[in-house]
């Protein structure tokens, strides 16, 4: 079901749901292109956000399931990403609303004037906020809808869920919920990460994964026009244990070369011997804006050269792709 605006009222808030299990550094990147649709965006980690369009609506000059679609059509070129978008008056109703949408993804937009009544045939567990506790707790007094619990007193479904989570249910199944969406970002870092196919003993394997690490993550801060303070490695073993250490850069830095100089210290650091690796991790974090970061009189002129080389290999791989140009050993090992 897809409902548009009417009687002159636009549904005001977005909600968008990624698909599960999405990479945290592909989520920012959702978030990143929700923030071009509008300032006001609320992160849901892991895999969710609020989109407030009341603004953006008049900067765009289109209706709320246009730019659902847009955001569509954005994230599935650019990051190859399917989203479910719900649009609605209220969290609550967007909420809602992208819950029903199938995945891999689609628009649902409910404008105000009928979110009571698109709401009343939809089960109570699918409303968004009530859990399955909650659920099974109506169920038991023949609520089976939303349009039930409207029906029944406030007082009631407060004595059966109890005096703030009953109130909480009994407003929202009307459509009722004042919050706003409240701008949060995620904390800034970028991880990018690698899982070997089988339990690996094999130092140069790892320290080539390691390397390709750093490849993908210094070609992700500079398209992202960020730069990392400090670095985590995090390595995997069978059995599912784990190791992390974090280390900051002499200077906020996107490039390979530092990158690479303070990951192979954190590896070297890990002292490993005979542990069976299952994956490595590599994050960036604190990030800041590269034209944030001053650029310093270099007098090593090997480090200005590859400076120089890498800038070469970007306009490259922004021609013919991020695999089209890169270290030779990574290269290598994967031919």
Do not use: N
Not at 19 to 25: A, F, N, R, S, T
Not at 281 to 304: F, K, P, T
């Amino acid at each position: 079901m897809t409902t548009g605006p009417g009687c002159g009222e636009v549904p005001t808030v977005m909600h968008v749901r990624c698909p599960d299990g999405l990479p945290e550094d592909l989520y920012r990147q959702v978030l990143e292109l929700l923030s071009d649709l509008s300032p006001v965006v609320q992160a849901l980690p892991p895999s969710a956000a609020l989109v407030e369009l009341k603004g953006a609506l008049r900067y765009h000059g289109t209706d709320t399931r246009r730019l659902g679609e847009v955001l569509r059509v954005r994230t599935i070129s650019r990051l190859g990403v399917d989203v479910r978008v719900g649009i609605g008056p209220s969290i609550t109703v967007a909420a809602t609303a992208s819950a029903q949408v199938e995945a891999p993804g689609g628009v649902l937009a409910v404008a105000p004037g009928e979110a009571a009544g698109w709401l009343a045939p939809l089960p109570v567990e699918a409303l968004h906020g009530i859990g399955p506790r909650q659920a099974e707790a109506l169920h038991e007094y023949g609520i089976h809808t939303v349009g039930l619990l409207t029906a029944v007193a406030p007082a009631t479904v407060q004595r059966l869920l109890g005096g703030r989570a009953g109130r909480l249910a009994a407003e929202r199944a009307r459509g009722i919920d004042p919050r706003p969406v409240v701008p949060r970002a995620l904390p800034a870092s970028a991880s990018v990460r690698h899982a070997f196919d089988r339990h690996t003993l094999d130092g140069a394997a790892v320290r080539a994964a390691l390397l390709d690490l750093v490849f993908q993550l210094g070609l992700l801060l500079r398209g992202r026009g960020q730069a990392a303070r400090a670095l985590t490695l995090c390595l995997r073993f069978a059995g599912g244990t784990s190791w992390e250490r974090t280390r900051r850069l002499a200077e906020p830095s996107a490039h390979e070369d530092d990158l690479r100089q303070l990951a192979y210290q954190l590896m070297d650091a890990a002292g490993l011997q005979r542990g069976r690796l299952t994956g490595l991790v590599l994050r960036g974090e604190d990030l800041v804006d590269a034209d944030q970061v001053a650029e310093q009189i270099s007098l090593d002129g090997a480090r200005e050269s590859r400076l120089v080389a890498e800038q070469a290999a970007d306009r490259i791989r922004a021609k013919f792709g991020d695999r089209a140009i890169g270290p030779a050993a990574v290269f290598r090992r994967a031919s």
